[in-house]
């Protein structure tokens, strides 16, 4: 990365949210990028659209596009080459949340034998302490890790505006040559070597995800007591020792396979390294026991009407703002509710446009709120879309049991429409008198 210029060509590998996103980002900031899919079973053969719905990314990238600073290409070979390559395919992960790297590996000793750049090549991936050092050994390139901090939904807000970017290298030189290819974005840099940023990233999620856990152990005790749950986690945010962004509300949990991939990381480190992690095991305990408490407490709900078991569910992505139901709450759920007997039914009509093939056999879509089929005996608001808010609850039959996952639907609209309404882990509020 000799050039003395401030833009440069940056090739991002990856086929995925991260990819686009870091691609787009980068170009804003006047860098000419070349997106690379690594992925030769999924060619793109034109230029390639974002798999998931992302606020200001299409208008991002036209933009990019129209002042020419977009291109893309397929594979590793010898028609392109960059001042850096940046990394950031999505790491896939099983069914417990173990990350496989191979496809990282792959695309690293692709780079080496093509020779695409000999200048730094830059991973956002998530991937396990000790993988970056790995990487410099196999393609001889200098290796930076940025850990990503995308957040669906708002990706292009917390990459271009992080509150912090980590930068590892061991070598000085090359976190210099990646602080000038960000010096336009508005955020604090911090700089460590390789393996220390790749513990931050740990670190961060395993914080995150302990917070959550900690939360929904308090708010289950809570809600056999009486308390109100929400109101606690408001408490605890106004002490400045937590902070107002805590991840202190009750909840579903964490969902996904950001937070219990780093979980599994550190849980595997300790198996290694002989180090005990009840810590990280109980954090995993909790959540994992979740969904079977979810379960329950629906099973209970529909028991109490005397009905025949059918459910609505509302929402099938775990955040409002994304459109992916890759690791969905909402169709784990209906998977188990369905093996129950349940019948469930589902609405969310910001997916009505997407292939909802996964929902098939599990959950019936409805496109449209005067589809549903009544009488009803549970409706679980699954995703805090602000639609849900305002729907004509007076409509459903069956008087079902309102059950409000993220504290989104107004109890009082509910209660005035002769139904009952309970938050997630708060005592249930029961219908008012003389509701229709």
Known sequence: MSQKSSHYTIAVLGNWHLSFCTGACLASLGHRVLFVNHDAASAWKEFPVPPVREPGLPEMIADA??????????????????????????TPVNERDEADTSPLLEAAEALKANRNTTGPLIVSSQIPMGFSAELQRRTGLQVAYVPENLRLGKGIETFLTADRTV????????????HRLLSGFKTEFFFCDLVTSEMVKHATNAFLATSISFANELARIGE???????????????????????????GLGFAGGTLPRDLRVLQKFGETLHVPTPLVNSVLQVNESTASALEQVLSQAVAKSSGKGRVLILGYTYKAETDTLRRSSSLELAAALTAKGMEVQGYDPDMNSKDLTPLRGVIRHRAYWRDIDGPLDVCVVMTPRPAFADLD???????????????????????GAGLSYKALWQPVRVRARGGQ
């Open 167 to 178: 930068v590892g290298s061991d070598l000085p030189e090359t976190g210099e040559a990646v």
């Open 393 to 415: 609850w007076k409509s459903l039959t069956g008087k079902p049991l309102v059950f409000d996952t993220r504290a989104i639907v107004p109890a009082e609209k509910v209660l």
């Open 65 to 90: 596009r129209a002042k020419g600073l977009l291109d893309f290409a397929n594979g590793f070979g010898s028609d392109w080459t960059a001042d850096a390559v940046w990394m950031a395919i999505d």
């Open 224 to 250: 056999q007591m009486g308390v109100d749950n929400m109101k606690v986690a408001q408490a605890l945010k106004l002490d400045k020792r937590i902070g107002k962004a805590a991840y202190v509300a009750p």
